[in-house]
């Protein structure tokens, strides 16, 4: 839950600073523009929908508050669009990056101290999740159902006519992706899958350093 929380944190901070540097102020100056974990909660999206799928035993779906933008306000509305879209996606890369490299540090300072081998156990378990969820992060964010990042890339790729009626899906998008998830389970796991076996191989980089107190936390 901690990586969970900073990963979706830290998607949603690098939308509002990516838009503040393409000229929108509008999370700045509605105070989004922060890692407090308070002000990115939402009472459906965060608490309620989570825990109704949760109770009806349905594939769970969450996340965090969307930060506001104001497209307008980009100094160029395409290039704008797309590179605040993808700052999300970017960022949550970028953690599972520092999540394996963090893995071998981790694993380094446990061979030279043992003593504190079950405490580093439980942070390499917690950066093995974080590589994995991260990963996990971009393949389900790049989904083109709007209102997802990737459908604000794939919206370009539609002509004019097709691309507003494409985004008039995002009032009904959460309802799509749930029912993709408890009805057709196997075409998200497809989707998923290029990240899932990413985020193998990234931690197989460092199989070598994962100290035998982490497998515990793992299971």
Request: charged share 10%.
């Amino acid at each position: 839950m901690p990586m969970l929380l900073f990963s979706v944190i830290a998607h949603e901070y690098a939308h509002g600073y990516a838009a503040l540097k393409q000229g929108d102020d509008t999370a700045l100056m509605l105070g989004r523009l922060t890692l407090n974990p308070v002000k990115h909660i939402d009472p459906f999206m965060t608490i309620l929908l989570p825990l109704m799928l949760w109770l009806a035993h349905a594939p769970i779906l969450g996340g965090a508050k969307p930060v506001p933008v104001n497209p307008r306000k980009y100094r160029n509305f395409k290039r704008g669009d797309i590179i605040v879209s993808l700052a999300g996606v970017f960022t949550n890369l970028l953690i599972s990056i520092a999540c394996v490299i963090l893995i071998a540090v981790l694993g380094l300072v446990g061979r030279f101290a043992p003593v504190l081998d079950p405490s580093l156990g439980i942070l390499q378990a917690m950066m093995i999740l974080g590589v994995q969820l991260n990963l996990i992060l971009i393949a389900f964010n790049l989904i083109p159902v709007p209102p997802l990042d990737g459908s604000h890339v794939f919206k370009y790729l539609l002509p004019l006519s097709w691309a507003i009626r494409y985004q008039q899906v995002a009032r009904w998008g959460i309802v799509v992706l749930i029912a993709v998830m408890y009805l057709a389970p196997g075409a998200l796991m497809v989707w998923l899958g290029p990240a899932l076996k990413t985020s193998d191989a990234m931690i197989q980089l460092v199989t070598g350093m994962i100290l035998p107190s982490t497998s515990q936390w793992l299971r």
